[in-house]
T-cell receptor, first 112, second 113 residues
Framework: KQEVTQIPAALSVPEGENLVLNCSFT??????LQWFRQDPGKGLTSLLL?????REQTSGRLNASLDKSSGRSTLYIAASQPGDSATYLC???????????FGKGMKLTVNP | EAGVVQSPRYKIIEKKQPVAFWCNPI?????LYWYRQNLGQGPELLIR????????DSQLPKDRFSAERLKGVDSTLKIQPAELGDSAVYLC???????????FGPGTRLTVL
């Protein structure tokens, strides 16, 4: 059974810092891993999808990497801004299926 | 292009009452998902549809929850009767197929009193 962990649960940083958000998963037989952002009271916004055959994906100031052998993914946010404040969730497919298993998320606060 | 549409956005009911949620996925997306998100937790899958077929409903409490996706487009999730523990946000998502990027709707926040 896939388990996804995100540590720490919360992070507060000053504006402008480069950030690394961590995600670990127990079952390396994944189809893909997806990073989401959730603003308070809103649904999830997809940020990046990494297929199992890929090592990383980039979108603007965001870069996500995947290391299946170690069961880890990282989301790198360059030059953080107050508008990046949100909860970031990582989700990996359960081994042998397309079912996404989510972590509990990491609440990011970027202070001006 | 319109995103995933859900209604209602908020619902407050007394326990033992029935409730229904509606979802319209992104046009052309064959796969539709219903998730439940409890406070401080990540979403948990309740049911996944490929077109009209429910291909994964192992996490759906079938004694009180039911879902349908007639004609393979929009979908309805029903709870009858609702219990206090059903208070949560119910999220609908869609994707072109099961291994593609999932896109979420805004969710329905259910409060059971």
């Amino acid at each position: 059974k896939q388990e996804v962990t995100q540590i720490p649960a919360a992070l507060s940083v000053p504006e402008g810092e480069n950030l690394v958000l961590n995600c670990s998963f127990t079952d390396s037989a994944i189809y893909n891993l997806q990073w989401f952002r959730q603003d308070p009271g809103k649904g999830l916004t997809s940020l990046l999808l990494i297929q199992s055959s890929q090592r990383e994906q980039t979108s603007g100031r965001l870069n996500a990497s995947l290391d299946k052998s170690s069961g880890r993914s990282t989301l790198y946010i360059a030059a953080s801004q107050p508008g990046d404040s949100a909860t970031y969730l990582c989700a990996a497919t359960q081994g042998g299926s397309e079912k996404l298993v989510f972590g509990k998320g990491m609440k990011l606060t970027v202070n001006p | 292009e319109a995103g995933v549409v859900q209604s209602p956005r908020y619902k407050i009911i007394e326990k033992k009452q029935p409730v229904a949620f509606w979802c319209n996925p992104i046009s052309g997306h064959n796969t539709l998902y219903w998730y439940r998100q409890n406070l401080g937790q990540g979403p948990e899958l309740l049911i996944r549809y490929e077109n009209e077929e429910a291909v994964d409903d192992s996490q759906l409490p079938k004694d009180r929850f039911s879902a349908e996706r007639l004609k393979g487009v929009d979908s309805t999730l029903k709870i009858q009767p609702a219990e206090l523990g059903d208070s949560a946000v119910y999220l609908c998502a869609s994707s072109p197929s099961g291994r593609d990027e999932q896109f979420f709707g805004p969710g329905t926040r259910l409060t059971v009193l």
